[in-house]
């Protein structure tokens, strides 16, 4: 079969097997995005759904995910503060709100907020829904129904909790909880009548079997906001001499998750600085998302820039409703 033949079957409704995207792997790179960016043309047109995230809280994570600053369990130096107060959130809401974001993300380390940080996150995401026309969508670790259900009475409409990896690399990444609490909490997310958003990191040590086995996992829960993110290797954590992704090995990554996953919004994230076009190429090769500014413990791409690329890739920002 070559790549337009799949391309076109994609576009017909067939899904790809963990095989034939084992071979698209190995296909020519730029015949490859151009059937990605087809495929992504055609299932979701010029829409692109730029998002922007607040470290509502830092550090002091009792989790020991081998990649993250903000681990207990390594000594970065990374900034540690408790729950911030509704007021900053609310402030860097309206912020976001003014540069033309449409989706705003609350972020807080560890690996669940209490009933009461819960209460308080419904009290700020009120806020932001009566004074803001930004859709909220909140990263608050592994959670139980009910807390959702309150998110989403709040406000909410999405939730974000990445897999990180496949579910047979998972402990290389992190023993403190399993890849199955990550599924139950999705599970519970969207049982609460929730979105979710929930992709992982390439370059965590993974095989590409890995990188595609996350990837059917994420099919298979229905998940149609995918983050892309790239390992930034962080000195003193475990992973601080992991290999960064290439800019070709990221646009071949993006392009066939397209092919996996025609109708997500697949969406840059972390690490998309550390590429030397800043994700352009990406843009090109299936992905229609990204997250803006800067990320938790990192600097990054300035939403002015973004939207700039965005328009002269002829891009429509709008959020995407998955």
């Known amino acids: ?35 990605a960016d087809a495929i ?14 607040i470290n509502g809280k830092s550090g002091r994570c009792s989790e020991n995910c081998r990649f993250c600053a903000q681990s207990a369990h390594s000594h970065t130096g990374a900034q540690e503060y408790p729950l911030l107060c509704e007021e900053e959130i609310l402030a860097q ?18 690996k669940k907020l209490s009933d009461q940080e ?3 996150m419904c009290q700020a995401v009120r806020r932001i829904r009566r004074e803001t026309d930004l859709s909220v969508c909140v990263s608050f670790g592994l959670l139980a ?19 990180e990896t496949s579910r047979r690399n998972f402990p290389n990444v992190c023993t403190t909880h399993t890849f199955e609490d990550k ?29 595609i086995e996350m990837a059917l996992t994420l099919r298979e829960l229905g998940v149609k906001s995918v983050p ?21 090995e990221a646009r071949r990554i993006v392009a066939v998750y397209r092919f ?10 972390g690490g998309r600085g550390l590429l030397a076009d800043k994700g352009r190429g990406c843009f090109q090769s299936g992905a229609n998302a990204a997250i803006s500014g800067d990320m938790l413990t990192t600097a990054g791409i300035t939403v002015q820039t973004d939207l700039e690329i965005l328009r002269e890739l002829g891009y429509e920002v709008r959020a995407d409703h998955a």
Not at 8 to 18: N, W
Not at 183 to 210: P, R
Not at 260 to 269: F, G, S
């Open 1 to 35: 079969m070559q790549i337009e033949q799949l391309g076109h079957a994609v576009m017909q409704g067939r899904q790809v097997t963990k095989e034939e995207a084992l071979w698209l792997y190995e296909q020519p790179l730029e015949k490859l995005c151009q059937t």
């Open 40 to 53: 992504r043309l055609h299932f979701c047109s010029n829409g692109f759904d730029v998002c922007t995230i």
């Open 93 to 110: 809401a309206k912020t976001q709100a003014r540069q033309g974001v449409l989706r705003y993300s609350i972020v807080t380390s560890g």
């Open 118 to 120: 819960v209460n308080q």
């Open 145 to 163: 129904k009910e807390q959702f259900q309150r998110l989403r009475e709040a406000g909410v409409s999405r939730v974000h909790n990445n897999l």
């Open 183 to 211: 599924i139950n909490a999705i599970q519970a997310a969207k049982e609460a009548g929730l979105s979710v958003c929930s992709g992982g990191i390439m370059g965590l040590g993974e095989t590409l079997e890995d990188r």
């Open 228 to 248: 892309v993110n790239f390992l930034n290797p962080i000195p003193k954590t475990p992973m601080e001499r992991n290999e960064r992704i290439t800019e070709e």
């Open 260 to 269: 996996l996953l025609p109708e997500a919004a697949i969406r840059l994230a």
